[in-house]
């Protein structure tokens, strides 16, 4: 089990309730992990419309989450 850190922003964020949690996880990779919070949280995006961030730098959906890490999922944001 590892414990990260994750981050919501914008319509995850109003979706989840909350803006961050602990998550203990044993997903392999964060597509692994987006996908089990989506289920639990009942995100309707996609991630292939969502940005990853470990730690303030972009990252690849098949990067496996690391201990005591803060993990982002970035949506789209529209603005004007």
Same mark, same amino acid.
């Given at each position: 089990? *590892? #414990? =990260?850190? =994750?981050?919501?922003?914008?319509?995850l964020r %109003?979706?989840?309730? &909350?803006?961050? @949690?602990?998550? %203990? *996880?044993?997903? @392999?990779?964060?597509?692994?992990?987006? @996908? %089990?919070?989506?289920? #639990?949280?009942?995100? !309707?995006?996609? #991630? /292939? #419309?969502?940005?990853v961030a470990?730690?303030?730098?972009?990252? *690849?959906?098949?990067? $496996? $989450?690391?201990? /005591? *890490? @803060? &993990?982002?999922? &970035? $949506? $789209? !944001?529209?603005?004007?």
């Amino acid at each position: 089990m *590892t #414990r =990260v850190q =994750v981050l919501y922003f914008a319509s995850l964020r %109003d979706a989840a309730g &909350i803006a961050q @949690e602990a998550v %203990d *996880t044993d997903a @392999e990779n964060l597509a692994a992990l987006y @996908e %089990d919070l989506r289920a #639990r949280h009942g995100f !309707v995006l996609p #991630r /292939e #419309r969502l940005r990853v961030a470990v730690d303030g730098a972009f990252a *690849t959906w098949g990067d $496996p $989450p690391r201990a /005591e *890490t @803060e &993990i982002a999922f &970035i $949506p $789209p !944001v529209s603005g004007g």
